[in-house]
């Protein structure tokens, strides 16, 4: 049994005055919430010393939105993995469809971000997903084989039992538009095929998979209901504490 998991990606807001505001809103509703679903929440880099204070003593980790690849030196506007341990973060999103369509991250760098968050023992959230484009032109398996196959170039077993796989279809994501559980249930189940055939079955069953794209309180549950769907990577819907809880309680059921 894979445990679920879930995580807020705030995007650009939230500053750490509006982090704290949240995280004391979140965690008092935490009591009331499922206890078997492991909750990450990711705020920009500058919120971050002040989400792991505020969670020093809770369950709920934190995670950046992205990192260098460089552990230092003339690279300016960059954070290294060892300035995120140092502030005690766990888990880092790397390859958003965001990060590649705006900023231009290639399957390689993605790969070299993966790896050097693995090297410092932060875990990363490894996201991938197809364009509507190449969805209808039938790419979508191509797509999606690429992106793993490169992104996760001399990952070990080991380390990718510590990496959560993220499936967003860009055309999903801030649309209001979601996957059907049967289309996400679909790529999840290629996703998991691909990682089968890059490591042992025993290993591929172990990984964890969140869907992300418009997830909501009121499609949460019908989402990760599907076999192959273990939780989720929230955007808009998860910069509200009620509304994330909402989701969370609908979305785990124990
Ligand atoms: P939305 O939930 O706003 O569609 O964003 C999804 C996403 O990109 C999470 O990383």
């Known amino acids: 049994m894979r445990k679920p998991i879930i995580a807020a990606n705030w995007k650009l807001n939230k500053g750490p005055s ?55 030196g ?16 766990s888990y880092v999103i790397l390859g958003h469809s965001e990060r590649r369509s705006i900023y231009g991250e290639s399957d390689e760098l993605i790969n070299a971000k993966i790896r050097k968050a693995h090297e410092l023992e932060l875990k990363p959230i490894f996201c991938i997903g197809e364009t509507l484009g190449e969805r209808e032109g039938g790419q979508l398996e191509e797509v999606l084989r690429r992106q793993l196959t490169k992104g996760l170039e001399g990952i070990t077993e080991k380390q990718i039992l510590d990496t959560v796989i993220a499936y967003e279809p860009v055309w999903a994501i801030g649309t209001g538009v ?7 249930q679909d790529a999840h189940e290629f996703v998991r095929s691909v990682l089968t055939d890059l490591y042992e079955v025993s290993v591929s069953e172990k990984v964890r998979i969140q869907y992300g794209g418009s997830v909501k309180p009121a499609n949460a549950a019908e989402l990760l209901g599907q076999k192959d769907i273990d939780g989720a990577l929230v955007g808009g819907a998860s910069l509200e504490a009620s509304s994330f809880a909402e989701l969370i309680a609908n979305g785990v059921v124990e």
Do not use: C, W, Y
């Open 178 to 184: 979601t996957a059907t559980p049967e289309q996400a």
């Open 74 to 89: 003339a690279f300016t506007g960059e954070v290294s993995a060892l300035m995120l341990k140092e502030v005690f973060v």
């Open 18 to 72: 509006d982090t704290e505001d949240f995280i004391k809103s979140f965690e008092s509703r935490l009591n009331d919430l499922p206890k078997g679903v492991d909750l990450v929440l990711a705020p920009p880099f500058i919120s971050l010393p002040k989400a792991t204070e505020l969670l020093s003593q809770s369950k709920v980790r934190v995670a950046a939105q992205n990192m260098s690849e460089q552990d230092n």
